[in-house]
Antibody, heavy 117, light 111 residues
């Protein structure tokens, strides 16, 4: 059974760096695409970026200058780093898996990250 | 601002058929990129409902179906059930933006 479990700090101050990690259980890390998405409270979904084990990366242009998604294949994990956060980055962040580059088929449980001074 | 346009809400009675539209552009559906649909029950993570325009993942009832034509797509739900009450999002790729794009979401209410 496929399971994605994610964790990370839930409360940040403006200008700090958001850091989240997602662990994948129930299969091989290779051969899939690994994504982060987010959803501000009461709003719709926003894609952050996607990577795979082979070095493919694609980031949302609106976030590209602040985002890094990194794989750790030895642990079946991948991580999200978002620098210089502001209140506009307050959202539930989801990690997700896709077997193609352009959508996701399994989601993590979500992590609420609040940016407040 | 969403790059894909969905109606904010739709409703239907149990047993009825409802459709949710998703309008794209010449740089999304019109350029040949697929549309995918997700269901999100409030307070939970989204769930993949339809991928590649009209394919259902294992476990998704055949009451759900998707279609795409030129710059528009739609999700149809037949035999509406109370458990279908949720938010529905369409998603595709915009090659001009080099980004995945989502619709703003449609809230389905089962009357």
């Amino acid at each position: 059974q496929v399971l994605l479990q994610q964790w990370g700090a839930g409360l940040l101050k403006p200008s700090e760096t958001l850091s989240l990690t997602c662990a994948f259980y129930g299969g091989s890390f290779s051969g899939y695409y690994w994504s982060w998405l987010r959803q501000p409270p009461g709003k719709g979904l926003e894609w952050i970026g996607v990577i795979n084990q082979s070095g493919y990366t694609n980031y949302n242009p609106s976030l590209k200058s602040r985002v890094t998604i990194s794989p750790d294949t030895s642990k079946n994990q991948f991580s999200l780093r978002l620098t210089s956060v502001t209140a506009a980055d307050t959202a539930v962040y989801y990690c997700a898996r896709g077997w193609k580059w352009d959508y996701v088929d399994y989601w993590g449980q979500g992590t609420l990250v609040t940016v407040s001074s | 601002q969403s790059m894909l346009t969905q109606p904010p809400s739709v409703s239907g009675a149990p047993g009825q058929r409802v459709t949710i539209s998703c309008t794209g552009t010449n740089s999304t559906f019109g350029a040949g990129f697929d549309v995918h649909w997700y269901q999100q029950i409030p307070g939970t993570a989204p769930k993949l409902l339809i991928y590649g325009n009209n394919n259902r993942p294992s476990g998704v009832p055949d009451r759900f179906s998707g279609s795409k034509s030129d710059t528009s797509a739609s999700l149809a739900i037949t035999g509406l059930q109370a458990e279908d009450e949720a938010d529905y999002y369409c998603q595709s790729y915009d090659h001009r933006l080099s980004s995945w794009v989502f619709g703003g979401g449609t809230k389905l209410t089962v009357l």
